[in-house]
């Protein structure tokens, strides 16, 4: 006997309660969203359609992939808004898509890269040890802490440095069109990777010299990026520990440095800047910031991030002006961005 008819129509609880089952499963099945967004990364899907509609054979003869499943691929793009079916088995850009491609302004390819990299889900698996534990979970799962793992492994260490620049973009324009250098000679980059920030300042204001300052494998990058910025005459690449020392200057720089850390080595890394600063020295700080509880808040996913990878935290407002405080600085300056980030322009206390 064939099927016939429709499905029973729901009480109002019934719909309700399908619902939320609905947004659950979603929820548990957003990973599926990212390696979707990976690969089409990985196969550069929008790179090979960016001048125009292509069908997935075509793409498939490309990239040497399995017709059908890049097909599949394709079609699985088109239905989270990357790409927008044409009709014909053609599929073209849209304007999300368009940020994974290679080498644009404004481009996320490699952040997708590294949100979906094997490493970074392996470091995911014990999640639920690290509630437990209070700590991250890169030594059980990888053998090491997040940079010493980074030192050792130079692929990943260079997906994560272009991911940071990938993400980076919109802070450095915002910050530059946002921040006052005036007095300022010397800029000191503190756990800058490749000195996007620093290299886009360097760039607008001819009269400061740069110092970036990180690990000894992370500077090389930064003098290549310095020269093709045309700026390596004013750039200077340190190589240091900031729990040590960190250089003499009069305008300090710490982007996404201080939520990689506890409260008690943020302390330390600003009093070496406090010891180290010239006289009437200030220091951006770019964070995100906690909102309430409760309250739809990226940053709060973002902190979880920070207890599967790492020592440190997302933190609000209050809690950074007391570590501020605690390290001899005062909060003088706050200034959102278009991004999740803020920034937070310090002075020292006294």
């Not at 990239?63 to 927008?84: D, K, M, Q």
Request: a negative charge; charged letters at 20%; glycine letters at 8%.
């Amino acid at each position: 006997m064939p099927l016939t008819g429709t499905a029973p129509e729901l009480s109002a609880a019934e719909a309700e309660a399908a619902q939320h089952a609905q947004a659950l499963y979603q929820m548990t099945t957003a990973h599926w969203i990212t390696q979707v967004v990976r690969a089409a990364a990985v196969l550069r899907v929008t790179d090979h359609i960016a001048d125009g509609a292509r069908t997935a054979e075509e793409i498939a003869e490309r990239e040497s992939s399995h017709p059908g499943a890049t097909h599949r691929l394709l079609r699985a793009c088109a239905s989270i808004g990357l790409l927008a079916h044409e009709g014909g088995g053609r599929f073209a850009l849209t304007p999300v898509g368009a940020l994974l491609r290679e080498g644009v302004p404004g481009s996320l390819r490699d952040a997708a890269l590294l949100s979906g990299a094997p490493a970074h889900w392996q470091v995911w698996q014990p999640f639920p040890e690290a509630v437990r534990e209070g700590r991250p979970q890169w030594e059980r799962a990888l053998g090491s802490d997040l940079f010493t793992y980074l030192a050792q492994h130079p692929e990943d260490a260079a997906l994560f440095s272009r991911a940071m620049t990938n993400a980076t973009e919109q802070v450095v324009q915002d910050t530059v069109a946002l921040l006052d250098l005036d007095g300022a000679v010397r800029i000191a980059d503190i756990g800058g990777a490749d000195g996007a920030l620093l290299l886009g300042l360097l760039a607008e204001h001819a009269h400061v010299e740069g110092v970036l300052f990180d690990l000894p494998h992370v500077v090389p990058a930064g003098h290549a990026a310095a020269e093709a910025a045309g700026v390596a005459e004013r750039f200077e690449g340190v190589a240091g520990d900031f729990f040590e020392s960190v250089p003499e200057a009069d305008y300090y720089l710490l982007k996404w440095v201080l939520h990689d850390w506890s409260d008690e080595q943020c302390v330390r890394i600003l009093r070496n800047c406090r010891r180290a600063a010239r006289p009437g020295a200030r220091i951006l700080v770019i964070e995100a910031l906690l909102g309430e509880t409760g309250a739809p808040d990226p940053v709060a996913l973002l902190d979880m991030n920070m207890l599967s990878v790492s020592a440190g935290r997302e933190r609000s407002l209050d809690a950074y002006d007391a570590l501020f405080e605690e390290a001899g600085w005062k909060r003088t300056g706050l200034s959102p961005t278009r991004s999740m980030f803020s920034l937070l322009e310090l002075e020292p206390l006294g």
